[in-house]
């Protein structure tokens, strides 16, 4: 009964059965009930359930589908790990997909954040959830991602999945969360700080990729850039690019315009360009209310600086 009531939702297009749950600061998570209809039909011919609390610890930086209830096949989650892996490095956030049988009794939601929690702590990404159990999946976010992609695409989202996870394809819906939080994410800008919404995050997106588009070039807006040293500039650098190629990494602390253009390759004469970086920092006005520090400014003298 519950199967043909979820489909009969579905097709009137209504999304009541989805609902949301905002935690504090920058910290989303989303959920909607979708697939305990299908663990319906399925549930007589699993024996064993798989306890994620039993499953060895795996490498967060090279894995990022973890499939505890063998939907997936070893191909499909290859694929879909390697679709992830190029997430985390195109868009700088991390990612993951977790498909589970049991929630070791927590809501959901709370078992998202955990497992996102232990595999990342508090780097900004993103943390969809294939819940069995209830059929309540999650997509849990934290940093920029949270406003990226937002509660109403994420909705839209659930009334694309739903459908597709209560007839058993759970790698088209894994597969189709990647693809739109690819199309959410914003590339260019790292925003670290909370400090940009979501028009003005795409704003500076949108610049930066019409200037930069192909090119390993990035802002990234972060606190207490005095207390950074060389050697922390340049190992989140590696994080992101591989210091053999051509590429720019503009630090900003859009609290009081400290900043820092870490280069490599072809770009290492524009370091240490003191006219630029005073530039930079005169975008940070203290006197302003709110906004002291103007990003889109600072976005078009960094195309400006780079393009000469």
Not at 166 to 179: C, H, M, P, R, S
Not at 202 to 211: F, G, I
Not at 237 to 256: G, Q, R, S
């Amino acid at each position: 009964m519950k199967k043909y009531l979820c489909l009969l939702i579905i097709a009137a297009f209504s999304s009541a059965m989805l609902s949301g749950c905002n935690k504090i600061g920058n910290e989303k998570s989303s959920s909607s009930p979708s697939s305990s209809e299908s663990i319906e039909e399925s549930s007589e011919e699993k024996t064993v359930d798989k306890a994620v609390s039993e499953i060895p610890k795996i490498d967060s930086d090279t894995e990022h589908v973890f499939d505890y209830s063998d939907s997936l096949s070893d191909d499909q989650r290859h694929e879909l790990n390697d679709y992830a892996a190029g997430t985390v490095k195109k868009y700088k956030v991390q990612t993951a997909i977790v498909i589970t049988d049991s929630l070791e009794e927590k809501k959901p939601e709370d078992f998202a954040q955990q497992y996102y929690d232990d595999l990342y702590d508090s780097s900004p990404g993103l943390l969809y959830l294939i819940n069995n159990e209830t059929g309540e999946d999650v997509i849990y976010r934290l940093g920029a991602p949270s406003i990226a992609f937002s509660g109403s695409e994420i909705n839209m989202l659930f009334t694309k999945t739903s459908p597709l996870l209560v007839t058993g394809n759970t790698y088209d819906a894994a597969k189709l969360f990647l693809e739109e939080a690819a199309a959410q994410l914003p590339e260019f800008i790292l925003d670290r700080t909370g400090s940009l919404n979501e028009q003005q995050m795409k704003e500076v997106d949108d610049k930066l990729r019409n200037a930069f588009d192909g090119k390993n070039i990035c802002m990234v807006l972060m606190k207490n850039l005095e207390d950074k040293t060389e050697e922390n500039y340049r190992n989140f650098f590696k994080t992101v690019f591989d210091e053999k190629d051509d590429c720019a990494m503009l630090y900003i602390d859009p609290e009081n315009g400290v900043n820092h253009l870490e280069v490599s390759g072809g770009y290492e004469e524009l370091k240490n360009t003191k006219e630029f970086s005073d530039k930079i920092s005169s975008y940070y006005n203290e006197e302003a209310e709110e906004n002291k520090y103007d990003t889109v400014a600072a976005a078009d003298s960094f195309i400006e600086f780079m393009g000469q």
